[in-house]
T-cell receptor, first 111, second 115 residues
Framework: KQEVTQIPAALSVPEGENLVLNCSFT??????LQWFRQDPGKGLTSLLL?????REQTSGRLNASLDKSSGRSTLYIAASQPGDSATYLC??????????FGTGTRLQVFP | DGGITQSPKYLFRKEGQNVTLSCEQN?????MYWYRQDPGQGLRLIYY???????QKGDIAEGYSVSREKKESFPLTVTSAQKNPTAFYLC??????????????FGPGTRLTVL
């Protein structure tokens, strides 16, 4: 059974720092991995999608990498800002039809 | 504007009542999903539908029912058989083709509270 773990569970950093959020999964037979952002009481916003054949994806200050063989992905946030404060979720697609989610990393960036 | 809408935003239910949560999308997506989110836990899949008039149970389908009569709509009914329905419910959809390889897009969610 696929299990997805995110470390750390919470992170508090000063503005301007570069951050790394970690996601690990137990079964490497995945179709893709998605990173999401969730603000309190809101839905999920898709940040990056990495297909199983890819190693990384970039969008603005965000860079996500995927090492399928070791069951790991990292989300790198450059030059963090208070507006980046949110919960970040990773999820893997295994089989045709569902995402399996981690429990998230709650990020706070203070001025 | 294209997107996924969910209504209502907040819903209160008395024990023993059935309630229906609405999910509508105008993205022309074939696949639609319902997830449940509880504090401290990841999202869990309740039901999903790949095409109209067809749907499958997810990991926690007991106490829930769905229908998919239109491509745009995938309502979720929380029945009185659901033992602990208080949670945040999220609907998602995914573009056609490439099963399992496509990005999922989420609605704003419905918070259900049982009184």
């Amino acid at each position: 059974k696929q299990e997805v773990t995110q470390i750390p569970a919470a992170l508090s950093v000063p503005e301007g720092e570069n951050l790394v959020l970690n996601c690990s999964f137990t079964d490497s037979a995945i179709y893709n991995l998605q990173w999401f952002r969730q603000d309190p009481g809101k839905g999920l916003t898709s940040l990056l999608l990495i297909q199983s054949s890819q190693r990384e994806q970039t969008s603005g200050r965000l860079n996500a990498s995927l090492d399928k063989s070791s069951g790991r992905s990292t989300l790198y946030i450059a030059a963090s800002q208070p507006g980046d404060s949110a919960t970040y979720l990773c999820a893997v697609s295994q089989g045709a039809d569902k995402l399996i989610f981690g429990t998230g990393t709650r990020l706070q960036v203070f001025p | 504007d294209g997107g996924i809408t969910q209504s209502p935003k907040y819903l209160f239910r008395k024990e023993g009542q059935n309630v229906t949560l609405s999910c509508e999308q105008n993205l022309n997506h074939d696949a639609m999903y319902w997830y449940r989110q509880d504090p401290g836990q990841g999202l869990r899949l309740i039901y999903y539908s790949q095409i109209v008039n067809d749907f499958q149970k997810g990991d926690i389908a007991e106490g829930y029912s769905v229908s998919r009569e239109k491509k745009e709509s995938f309502p979720l009914t929380v029945t009185s058989a659901q033992k602990n329905p208080t949670a945040f419910y999220l609907c998602a959809s995914s573009p056609p083709g490439g099963r399992g390889r496509n990005e999922q897009f989420f609605g704003p969610g419905t918070r259900l509270t049982v009184l």
